[in-house]
Each structure stands twice: as structure tokens, then as C-alpha cells.
């Protein structure tokens, strides 16, 4: 089982992934990107895209990143900076890179930026748990 192709399939059939429309387009270890349309219906109350769906969309690709290497990860801490706000309907593209791994810790810069603009929207700086289990021995994942 290659491990980055089987973490896109899944990402493609996740409940909330779908229902904020994210696209996985890479995962390699230690790396991925997401991509979202900034939809109207993801509005805050003064008109720009909500702050929590620019977080979901780093959060999935930090998610992809640190499972990357077949060890199972999950987040001890996400800190967000928001940038800029995007443009309605803008194609947002979200990239978690890892910057330093050890067996029980893993740590990534993460950054939104509108496709065609190229204009930085939100980064992030995020910390995993490495937990030492193996994705493909974990029932959720046979």
C-alpha cells in the first residue's frame, strides 16, 4: 500500500473535506497541498471568508503532510496567522511543509495563497504527535 496515495483517497471521501469542497492534489512525505474555492456561503458576518474555513484548509493539508511517512500524527498545536482576506470565488491553495521530524514530534510551516494572484493569504505554524502506530496496521485503515 503506497501510504500518500491511500491519505488522498481518503481526504477525497472525508465527510468535512467535502462539505467545504477541499481538493487534496499532493501528499509526499512530508508535504501537501489542498485546494478550496473561496464560496460565498463561507462568509463571516462582515462579508470575507470565514476564518475558520481558511484554518480547515490548512488543517487538512497538515493533516496530510504529517501522516506522510506511514506513522500516525495528529495535531498537539496549530497557531494561525490571518494576512490578507481573499477574493470572492479565488481558487485558495493551502501547502504544509516539514520543517524538523524526530520520532515523537514533527513540526510545519503552512501557508495559504489565492492560485491565480499568488497573493499570501494566512499562514501557520503547526506541531504533531507522532504516535509510533502504523497507519496500515490501524483497523480505520484496512
Not at 462539505?19 to 509526499?28: C, I, N
Not at 489565492?114 to 497573493?119: D, P
Amino acid at each position: 500500500m503506497n501510504v500518500q496515495t491511500e491519505l488522498l483517497r481518503r481526504s477525497e471521501n472525508e465527510p468535512f473535506a467535502k462539505l467545504l469542497g477541499l481538493e487534496a492534489v499532493e501528499a509526499s512525505p512530508g508535504r501537501a497541498v489542498v485546494r478550496m474555492s473561496a464560496r460565498s456561503d463561507m462568509g463571516n458576518i462582515f462579508g470575507a471568508i470565514h476564518g475558520g474555513a481558511l484554518f480547515s484548509l490548512i488543517d487538512e493539508a497538515f493533516q496530510l503532510a504529517c501522516n506522510t511517512h506511514g506513522i500516525l500524527a495528529v495535531a498537539l498545536n496549530v497557531s494561525i496567522t490571518y494576512v490578507a482576506a481573499p477574493q470572492q470565488g479565488a481558487t485558495l491553495e493551502a501547502s504544509a511543509e516539514e520543517l524538523h521530524k524526530t520520532n515523537r514530534t514533527a513540526s510545519y510551516l503552512c501557508q495559504v495563497k489565492e492560485m491565480e494572484s499568488g497573493k499570501l493569504i494566512a499562514t501557520a505554524q503547526a506541531l504533531a504527535y507522532r504516535t509510533g502506530k502504523k497507519i496500515e496496521e490501524l483497523p480505520a485503515f484496512r
